[in-house]
Antibody
Framework: QVQLQQSGAELVKPGSSVKISCKAS????????MHWIKQQPGNGLEWIGW????????KYNQKFNGKATLTADKSSSTAYMQLSSLTSEDSAVYFC???????????????WGQGVMVTVSS | DIRMTQSPASLSASLGETVNIECLAS??????LAWYQQKPGKSPQLLIY???SLQNGVPSRFSGSGSGTQYSLKINSLQSEDVATYFC?????????FGSGTKLEIK
């Protein structure tokens, strides 16, 4: 069965960076887009971007350009998101989520990871 | 960016009732609309895609409708396990955007 297993909670200092992971299993990792979504406490959901592990192509929400960097390791079926220059505004739960790929069309997220809480505090 | 306006923000209904949640897009999204259910402390789960297609494994009491800029999610025969926050999401254009959510409680 499809599973997206994310890394554990992070407590990080302002100005630092953090890299969180999302290990995929139960499907062909290189054939689906992997998206990242931000959810702040009590707030809604914000799409950060996607990576296609098959060739490393990425697409970002302009709002997160320079903040988030998406990578993927095909050998371990793991997607990563690095967040840099962290501030309190980056404190949130971050989800990875999969979508099918179909001739360049955008498609919904059919499987989600459990989420990673990132807390930025001195 | 396409703005997704979801209403109501919260909703309280009795077991067995039918509830409707609305989502209004700021421009035509050509039915590229999904609904997700998020239970407390959990990740969202896909319920409906393409505005009206039921995701595998989702109970048939959930249904979606709409076109253009106006969409709705209907839950028939409300069950206790339906307590959750529901989000709409458009995937017609970048950046992908979500509604602000509807928190559903049992009266």
């Amino acid at each position: 069965q499809v599973q997206l297993q994310q890394s554990g909670a992070e407590l990080v200092k302002p100005g630092s960076s953090v890299k969180i992971s999302c290990k995929a299993s139960g499907y062909t990792f290189t054939s689906y887009d992997m998206h990242w979504i931000k959810q702040q406490p009590g707030n809604g959901l914000e799409w950060i971007g996607w990576i296609y592990p098959g060739n490393g192509n990425t697409k970002y929400n302009q709002k997160f350009n320079g903040k988030a960097t998406l990578t993927a390791d095909k050998s371990s079926s793991t997607a990563y998101m690095q967040l840099s220059s962290l501030t309190s505004e980056d404190s949130a739960v971050y989800f990875c989520a999969r979508s099918r790929v179909y001739y360049g069309l955008l498609l919904p997220f059919d499987y989600w990871g459990q989420g990673v809480m990132v807390t930025v505090s001195s | 960016d396409i703005r997704m306006t979801q209403s109501p923000a919260s909703l309280s209904a009795s077991l067995g009732e039918t509830v409707n949640i609305e989502c209004l897009a700021s421009e035509d999204i050509y039915s590229d609309l999904a609904w997700y259910q998020q239970k407390p402390g959990k990740s969202p789960q896909l319920l409906i895609y393409n505005a009206n297609s039921l995701q595998n494994g989702v109970p048939s009491r959930f249904s979606g409708s709409g076109s253009g800029t106006q969409y709705s999610l209907k839950i028939n025969s409300l069950q206790s396990e339906d307590v959750a926050t529901y989000f709409c999401q458009q995937y017609n254009n970048y950046p992908l955007t979500f509604g602000s959510g509807t928190k559903l409680e049992i009266k």
